[in-house]
């Protein structure tokens, strides 16, 4: 509708921009966000049996019975996170009562409430008295020492290795493989008169060091892709092919001629001569508008765009235009005039209202009138340095389009470099999705933000 | 009877259903790849990460202006780091160790083996120039002592000065310490350690990621049949052979 000569294109140039531009402070990382437990759930526990504290962060035995049907049992109040690397909590043994006959774990959903986690089907306990590991039977297996009164146990699930794992006072105990699928609930018992634990799901310092845990475990999965071998230089084409995409010509220009001199030499495959003589279409004349464009001068980019390509502004309700027009009258916020503003949008703006796609686009874009400090303001993003780059990339992909060697427009949509970390985070996506949704995704900006400081390998 | 073959069937078909790959189709996975949302600012950040600390100081400070992404380092710093790497390639051993010095001295201090690998290739560097009495000298007063400290350490200053026993290295065994190769080895721990000391990684993030997603492709084949990108540099997908 936008552009009738390649509607298709168009369409995935707003999507992108969508994605990038209009909603700039939207967080990847929110979509990972998983309830946690925070509290013990005194609902769904045996009863009868136990207490469980106020603060719903303790639980004591007051009965005297010690039938094996009358273990007081508490589950957490939701299941364990899965989309994260390891979920971990603990517990503190206040007092080890009459027999010490407590027990951490996991149990699923169903899980038969009065009976020690491990004891049943699909549930894992560590128990205190015997210092055994239970999974699934009345049976346990050494695991490791036993615990009482003022000893720390923590449980964990580690979902790179798919193993749970135990703690004692702050130490590892040992790991035993995670045979169970779907929603696993924190679980503590306490079967003894006077038994009496308290829980920490990480409102607390935990005595186990998680973050060392998860850091080794992040450690080992680098070491095993590490292992992998990359092609001569690849690194190197890949930068390089990024900086022609966006135009980023006096980059490349120094880029290439500090690669000429460094030791050891920098192997660019010679053979794909053509492929790279297409990727530098336009190089210049798109370093130019990026330049104009990222200093606000949208008039100057109007003109040599009229001059250079005249067939993309041709029609003044192209996407291109739109876009343009809009960063005009952003620049003539930015500079306070907001009566020329006004004006600006009355003349160039009004006409695209009709254009549905664009109109609520528009509409966030106009609203930096309403605004005494539009740079505070809900739309204030549209201000940052961030939307001049990204109309900036609008307008290099739009005229990388009109290469005449181009086979499929879509191709020239992302620099290489996109497509490669593209399709790396929809393959971690994908794997977890294979794997009941365990597990950290691929983020980034995580990666990005994580390990320039501090952390030495 | 007829339940009994039905009971069988369904264990059949369950099974197949667990041991076969999931399918992707070129269509379902281009959705999956639009669906991923990756920052320009980001990509720009890793542009900026590897220049920085590959030491392309230039090219990174014009990034910094065509692009306005802030390198993660000084960018003052990298021209230091990266003469202190040239030397070491050069064969400017000491004039290395004095920069490194000036830049901070806590580096070698706190770094035994890197300052001993320097020391041997100063070495290397005096025996290549045939200075046979200035390399005795040098391994007696400044690399034996050293050599005491540390078992590996002796072990190769023995490697090193049996140089000096062949006349012509071409074929001798230890020859590889006079190749090229020990420089750029030698000068890229120096240029890690430097990194290090400036708290900034020692690698680039960029080959990792592609290593990553190398990896993460070997472990999804495992459990899908999907386009793969199996020619990274030009990151075209390739449908999923069935």
């Given amino acids: ?457 | 009877m007829s339940l009994f073959w039905f009971v069988v069937g369904q264990l059949a078909s369950t099974e197949t259903m667990s041991t076969s790959k999931k399918v992707i189709t070129r269509e379902e996975w281009e959705k999956k790849l639009n669906d991923v949302k990756i920052r320009k600012e980001d990509m720009n950040k890793l542009v900026m990460n590897f220049l920085v600390t590959e030491g392309y100081v230039e090219a990174a400070e014009k990034f910094r202006m065509e692009s306005g992404t802030e390198p993660d380092i000084d960018l003052a710093t990298i021209t230091d780091r990266m003469a202190v790497k040239k030397a070491v390639q050069s064969g400017n051993v000491e004039d290395a160790i004095e920069k490194v010095n000036d830049l901070n001295p806590e580096i070698l201090d706190t770094n035994p083996q890197l300052f001993f690998h320097l020391q041997q290739q100063r070495l290397i560097e005096l025996i290549r120039n045939g200075k046979v009495e200035e390399a005795l000298e040098f391994a007696q007063e400044e690399l034996a002592p050293r050599g005491e400290e540390n078992q590996s350490f002796l072990e190769e200053l023995e490697r090193t000065v049996a140089l000096l026993a062949f006349e012509d290295v071409s074929n001798c065994p230890v020859g590889d310490l006079l190749d090229i190769s020990q420089r750029l080895k030698t000068a890229s721990e120096v240029n890690a350690a430097i990194l290090t000391s400036q708290s900034h990684e020692k690698d680039p993030k960029l080959p990792s990621l592609l290593k990553m997603l190398i990896w993460a492709q070997n472990q999804l084949d495992e459990k899908a049949a999907y386009p793969r990108i199996n020619d990274l540099s030009t990151a075209a997908l390739e449908d999923p052979s069935i």
């Fill in chain 1, 1 to 457: 509708m936008v552009n009738d000569r390649e509607p298709g294109f168009n369409c995935s140039l707003l999507s992108d921009l969508g994605a990038r531009l209009w909603n700039p402070d939207q967080d990847v990382s929110m979509e990972e966000k998983e309830e946690v437990p925070t509290h013990l759930n005194p609902i769904n526990s045996s009863g009868g049996f136990h207490v469980v504290s106020t603060d719903k962060l303790a639980v004591h035995y007051t009965s005297s019975q010690l039938h094996g049907h009358d273990v007081g049992v508490v589950q957490a109040n939701c299941p364990a996170p899965v989309k994260t690397l390891a979920y971990y909590f603990e517990i503190f043994v206040k007092n080890a009562g009459l027999k010490g006959q407590i027990a951490i774990g996991f149990t699923c959903e169903n899980f038969k409430m009065r009976r020690q986690p491990g004891w049943e089907a699909n549930s894992y306990g560590y128990h205190g008295d015997d210092g055994l590991l239970y999974r699934g039977q009345g049976k346990g297996e050494s695991f490791g020492p036993t615990f009482t009164s003022g000893d720390t146990i923590g449980g964990g699930i580690n979902y790179a290795t798919q193993e749970f794992f135990f703690t004692k006072n702050g130490k590892l105990v040992g790991t035993v493989y995670k045979d169970v699928k779907g929603p696993l609930f924190p679980t503590i018992a306490v079967h003894s008169q006077n038994e009496e634990v308290h829980v920490n799901f990480g409102q607390q310092q935990f005595v186990f060091d998680i973050e060392a845990f998860e850091l080794e475990e992040r450690r080992k999965q680098q070491i095993m892709i590490e292992k992998e071998s990359l092609p001569l230089s690849l690194s190197h084409l890949i930068v390089r092919s990024y900086l022609i995409h966006y135009g980023y010509e006096e980059t490349l220009n120094s880029f290439d001629a500090a690669s000429r001199t460094t030791l050891p030499p920098v192997h660019v495959a010679q053979e794909n001569g053509f492929m790279e003589e297409s990727e530098m279409y336009a190089l210049n004349h798109r370093k130019i508008l990026r330049q104009l464009i990222r200093n606000g001068e949208i008039d100057s980019a109007f003109s040599k765009l009229r001059e250079w390509y005249p067939q993309l502004v041709q029609k003044e309700t192209s996407t291109i235009c739109f876009l343009l027009h809009c960063q005009k009258f952003i620049e003539l916020v930015r500079a306070g005039l907001l009566e020329a503003a006004v004006n600006y949008a009355r003349a160039e703006l009004a006409k695209f209202f009709k254009d549905s796609p664009l109109c609520s686009l528009l509409q966030e874009c106009i609203a930096l009138l309403a605004y005494e400090e539009p740079q505070n303001s809900p739309v204030g993003h549209f201000l940052n340095m961030a939307q001049r780059e990204a109309v900036a990339d609008a307008i290099n992909t739009t005229i990388l389009s009109t290469n005449p060697n181009l086979k499929d427009s879509q191709h020239c949509l992302h620099s290489h470099l996109e497509k490669l970390l593209r399709q790396l985070s929809a393959c971690c996506l994908e794997r977890r999705a294979l794997n009941g949704d365990q597990g950290e995704a691929f983020h980034l900006h995580k990666v990005l933000s994580s390990g320039s400081k501090g952390d030495r390998r």
